[in-house]
């Protein structure tokens, strides 16, 4: 503020404008350095503060060229120097340079950052819902924890302030710019009427105050250009990461061919008469031979990838390699539990080398498990093998295929969150876990989605929620004796009591190994070990597993009503009509000792399609299916419907725990048909 009212001597403003200077300098370098905008998030302040900054110089410079621009050094020897040198000789070139460098910086650089930063402001806030719900979704699958989720919200927060505050800032820019222009008119009228009344004359006064004006502007607009160009190349930097350099030295190299033809193209303007021909077929042969360099490198990093890829020990080895880096036929015969295979287009998602983060997506797939619903699943190992299609990835439990789906390495799954088809060019599919259309785009359509406010999902979280889906649904086939021992050891680290009382004293492992994966086929967890044996040990002599599974069921009431209910305490429902319970215990049988459901084929398919158009709309809302059956029903119908309906959950009204509600969302009655027939 004190540049704007207080005079400041010569010696003075040659040392701020040199800082000036430097400092723009400094914020260009560190423009090209950064590995992406948000790195110099202090961007906008900086340019408001350099702008005002200048502002200043500006009114300091030109009252000194108006109080003392007749003498010698009077404006600075900075303002004179820098005059002299860009005039040189000739003030009519001097000033038409000047124009131009003018005309460059408000005309080009300045309104094209302006219009950058603008777009890019309205297009971070379009694809603000987009990457909300992106957050939510990876935090809802268990890709990311609480304080990730929190993070990542953060960053995002800092990115749309960020790019609002540099669409505000490069309005300061421009104006800057525009005050340039009218101080240089100012310092020429000025100067000369100065000059005048001093006694010049005006050819003296014309020479001295175009220089001296011509100096001050040059030394105000080239920080100003500077800053202009930084401010441009921070903003254009929001879809690339790493140095600016190297991005675009490995960008525009990854084309040989394209070189090669660069490179024909200025041989042949070599051969145009008149042209400098010995600089262009140099520039050519430069292109050809960096051509050249840039495909053998490619083809060692190719040949070294194929070697290491069949190296001994390598985990994603060959199946066509040597003999003795083949398992040995004994080892095949002992199947690993789970195996997922990728095609050898899907072989970057492991790759380190690549960021590869599927193996740290099934990691803490793992720990999600074993947390949610109390069982450490076996490790899954992954391998890519030339046996399935390049795309395609299975999901392999003791040798038979458990699932199946199709991905992309190089492109991204884009979804509709209201279950419509996404509105973006790509390959048609289908969401593996809840059957939405899909699209799997390219990079370039990417941003142009998340502006239109859809999900995003990356190949690596597309195959993690499958599996995390279908290992929930399959987790009772997975579990056996070794996982629920190894959960006996830990609980008997605590409490060996209860774990000497009642296995193998009033139950085996093996029944209950039978009694958990009960409880798991249904999702319910086991975390809660202890009040499963303490129900064990609570009914001494009973052998009937069923039995023991719906009373386990009950003590765990609170665990099963919180995972169904919402935030509201509240669990939506489908009923049984009375009529339609009392037809369901009539068809009730006997198959090898279990109690089985057999309802009439009208009966089951109403059953059947109610529960399933249910499904289909809650499973949009994120809402789960529950119907609730007598007790006496319970098991056999859900046994029955399981089967159609995977996602449905059965519990009794016991199962309710004290606290929640029900609230029915519908009522399954007898077909009409079954109606008239009790009447008639």
């Known amino acids: 503020m004190a540049l704007l009212i207080l005079p400041v001597p010569p010696f003075l403003l040659d040392a701020l404008l040199g800082l000036n200077l430097a400092a723009s300098v400094l914020l260009l370098l560190v423009s090209l350095r950064v590995r992406e905008a948000l790195t110099l998030s202090v961007f906008p302040s900086l340019l408001l503060l350099l702008t005002l900054f200048r502002l200043g110089l500006n009114i300091a410079t030109t009252r000194l060229v108006l109080l003392n ?40 650089i300045t309104k094209g950052s302006g219009r950058i930063s603008e777009v890019a402001a309205r297009f971070t806030l379009d694809a603000l819902p987009g990457k909300q719900m992106s957050i939510d979704a990876d935090l809802q699958a268990g890709l990311i924890d609480e304080s990730g989720a929190k993070a990542r919200r953060a960053r995002l927060e800092q990115e749309t302030e960020f790019f609002g505050a540099m669409d505000g800032a490069s309005k300061f820019v421009r104006g800057d710019a525009v005050a340039g222009l009218i101080i240089t008119g100012i310092n020429i009228a000025g100067g000369l009427v100065s000059g005048l009344a ?83 077929l140099g520039m050519a042969g430069g292109a050809a031979a960096l051509a050249k360099r840039t495909i053998t490198k490619k083809e060692k990093a190719e040949a070294a990838a194929a070697k290491a890829k069949t190296m001994p020990g390598n985990p994603h080895a060959s199946p066509n390699a040597a003999p003795e880096k083949q398992k040995r036929i004994q080892d095949t015969l002992l199947e690993e539990q789970l195996v997922l295979q990728l095609g050898l287009g899907l072989s970057q998602l492991i790759d380190a080398r690549r960021n590869g983060e599927l193996p740290g997506r099934l990691i803490a797939l793992r720990r999600r498990l074993a947390e949610e619903l109390g069982v450490i699943t076996p490790v899954i190992t992954v391998e890519d093998t030339e ?12 040798g038979a295929e458990l699932l199946s789906g199709k991905a992309f390495a190089d492109r991204w799954m884009v979804l509709d969150p209201t279950g419509r088809e996404p509105g973006v060019e790509g390959v048609p599919a289908k969401d593996p876990t809840f059957g939405l259309p899909a699209r799997w785009v390219t990079n370039e359509l990417k941003a142009k989605a998340q502006r239109q406010g859809l999900t995003v999902v990356d190949p690596a979280s597309v195959v993690t929620t499958h599996i995390d889906e279908v290992i929930r649904r399959h987790l009772h086939e997975i579990v056996g004796r070794q996982e629920i021992q190894e959960l006996l050891t830990l609980l008997g680290k605590e409490n060996p009591k209860i774990v000497e009382e009642v296995v193998p004293q009033m139950i085996s492992l093996g029944e209950l190994s039978m009694i958990m994966r009960g409880l798991l086929r249904e999702g319910i967890s086991v975390r809660d070990i202890r009040t499963i044996l303490e129900t064990v040990a609570e009914h001494p002599g009973k052998k009937d597993i069923n039995f023991l599974i719906e009373q386990c069921r009950r003590r765990l009431s609170r665990q099963i009503s919180g995972r169904l209910a919402g935030t509201d305490r509240r669990i939506p429902v489908v009923t049984l009509d009375r009529e339609l319970e009392t037809a369901l215990r009539s068809s009730l049988g006997i198959s090898d000792g279990e109690t ?15 529960l399933q158009e249910r499904a289909a709309v809650q499973t949009t809302e994120g809402i789960p299916l529950v119907v609730v059956a007598p007790s006496d029903l319970r098991r056999p119908f859900f046994e029955f419907v399981s089967r159609f309906v995977p996602e449905v959950n059965v519990v009794t009204p016991r199962e309710i725990a004290s606290g929640f509600t029900v609230e029915p969302m519908t009522t399954i009655a007898l077909p009409a048909r079954n109606l008239q027939r009790k009447s008639a």
């Open 69 to 108: 621009g007749g003498q010698e050094g009077g404006a600075g020897h900075v303002v004179e120097s820098i005059g002299k040198f860009a005039v040189g000789g000739n003030i009519v070139i001097g000033a038409v340079v000047f124009c131009i460098l003018l005309v460059v910086n408000f005309m080009v």
């Open 198 to 280: 001093g006694g010049m004359s005006l050819l003296q006064a014309s020479k001295t105050y175009t220089i001296l004006t011509i100096g001050d502007g040059l030394v105000s607009q080239i920080p100003a250009l500077l800053i202009s160009t930084a401010a441009g190349i921070l903003v254009t930097r929001a879809g690339t990461s790493g140095e600016l350099g190297a991005a675009m030295g490995g960008q525009l190299l990854s084309e040989p061919k394209a070189i090669y033809v660069a490179a024909g193209m200025l041989g042949l303007m070599a051969l145009v008469p008149g042209m400098p021909t010995v600089i262009f």
């Open 387 to 398: 046996k399935i299609d390049a795309s395609t990835y299975r999901l392999m439990l003791r």
């Open 596 to 610: 089985t459901l057999a309802p009439a084929i009208d009966i089951a398919r109403k059953v059947v399609d109610t």
